[in-house]
């Protein structure tokens, strides 16, 4: 893990693996707000997403889950684990506040998910974590609501065969992209300037003055009071100190047609499926949407040969693991076993792509200004619960750039999240959360 985790990230390629949700591409996809990139700027954002598109809009704008909760109960005490569960859950309800008071068309859909258990460890270690959870944040808290199933209900109720049971509770799913696309229309009304197709090839410092930075682009240069970085797994390719602190990993992803023998009314709750060593993820298309019912589902990194220890450190997504992309293929009906069916007659694979995400030894994001680097900021490796986590975590990083870090605000955002001198020392190990990562329900970000 450790040659693994010092390699170095590469820029995003030109001709990634089409993902699912980018058909057909939205009109911003190409979009450059001016002919020529500006000469200056107070901000420059490099980087999109929810996190760059969040940014941009909270700038312009001022005019849950149990499985990581014990780690974080005993690594960072009470207090802290339970700022940390209300962040995530409250991310969860504000990005679908966001969509509906927006009217953004992103197939914002709110409900339950279910965590599908075929380990032994894996079940007692979900029964500990919700008692931990109700004690130290009340019986009657949201965030702490969970509803165990046995294996029967779970074989009746959500058709998994062969669990040993479930775990519902709250959660959602949504169209990342077009969310992302929605809030780019709402930040350019506001004047934000994007250059899409503009790789940022390399940041220096320019000397004095209010612009003390400068951003070299394919297309020429920027000078900046600020630069932001919400790049991710990408961000050691600009930034080299955090080589190795930031670690990418490869995902793969399907999105598949149904089998005939499940519901017609298409699935009412998203699933995990967690086992002794890993995991997968499903959302379905919600009713209403392009391509309603089908399923996407994600994960299987460690099916293939080592684990999976060769999707760390790659940032190539233009390409997929054989294994683990004939394992993601394969998993949903086998999962759902004798209530799949038939294959749908036009094929089960829709799609199949590949993405990059960010990871960190400690299993958080880093977020705030780079020590000793002043006006450089930075809000990446999300841990691939970028859904979960992104939206707030840019309301967090504006607040701090406003000069508002006060005690209110560190009452909501979580001080392991923060960026340090101490977490620039802090090497990739293998994440703390790898076989039962910290939210799954709203992995659509890839």
Not at 145 to 165: N, V
Not at 330 to 345: I, K, R
């Amino acid at each position: 893990m450790d040659e693994r985790a010092a390699l170095v990230p590469t820029l995003p390629k030109f001709n990634p693996t089409l993902s699912y949700w980018q058909d057909p591409p939205h009109p911003l996809a190409n979009h450059q707000t001016t002919k020529d990139i500006p000469a200056s700027a107070a901000v420059v954002i490099i980087g999109s997403e929810i996190t760059g598109a969040s940014i941009a809009y909270n700038i312009l704008h001022k005019a849950a889950s149990y499985r990581s909760f014990l780690d974080n109960l005993r690594h960072h005490g009470a207090d802290e684990a339970a700022r940390i569960a209300r962040f995530e859950y409250n991310g969860i309800k504000a990005i679908h506040a966001f969509a509906r008071q927006h009217e953004i068309e992103c197939d914002s859909w709110e409900g339950d998910t279910v965590d599908i258990i075929y380990d032994r460890s894996q079940w007692l270690r979900a029964e500990k974590a919700i008692s931990e959870m109700r004690r130290v944040l009340g019986e009657e808290d949201p965030v702490a609501q969970y509803t165990f199933h046995d294996a029967s209900e779970t074989a009746e109720k959500y058709l998994a065969e062969g669990a040993l049971g479930s775990v519902s509770y709250e959660a959602g799913s949504i169209n990342a992209y077009r969310f992302v696309m929605g809030l780019l229309e709402i930040a350019l009304d506001k004047g934000l300037n994007l250059q899409t197709e503009t790789p940022a090839l390399k940041i220096n410092r320019s000397g004095s003055g209010p612009h003390v930075w400068e951003v070299e682009t394919a297309r020429g240069c920027i000078r900046a009071e600020n630069i932001i970085m919400a790049t991710n797994g990408y961000t050691a390719y600009l930034y080299p100190p955090v080589r190795g602190i930031i670690v990418p990993l490869r995902g793969t992803v399907a999105a598949q047609r149904p089998g005939s023998g499940l519901p017609k009314t298409g699935l009412k709750t998203t699933y995990s499926f967690i086992y002794g060593n890993g995991y997968e993820y499903m959302i379905f298309r919600p009713v209403g949407s392009r391509f309603a019912g089908d399923l996407v589902i994600g994960g299987c990194s460690t099916k293939a040969p080592e684990e999976g220890l060769y999707e760390w450190g790659t940032t190539d997504d233009t390409t997929m693991d054989p294994n683990i992309g004939q394992y993601v293929r394969d998993s949903a009906a086998e999962y759902f076993g004798s209530h799949w069916g038939e294959d749908h007659p036009d094929g089960r694979i829709r799609q199949q792509w590949t993405g990059i995400m960010g990871y960190s030894s400690q299993g958080f994001p880093l977020v705030g200004q780079i020590p000793n680097e002043e006006n450089l900021w930075i809000a990446a490796s999300f841990q691939g619960s970028g859904m979960v986590l992104c939206f707030r975590t840019a309301q967090a990083l504006v607040t701090m750039l406003d000069g508002e870090d006060n005690e209110e605000f560190n009452d909501w955002f979580p001080q392991t999240f923060r960026m340090s001198e101490e977490r620039l020392i802090q090497k990739f190990r293998g994440r703390p959360h790898e076989k039962t990562p910290m939210d799954l329900e709203l992995h659509s970000e890839l």
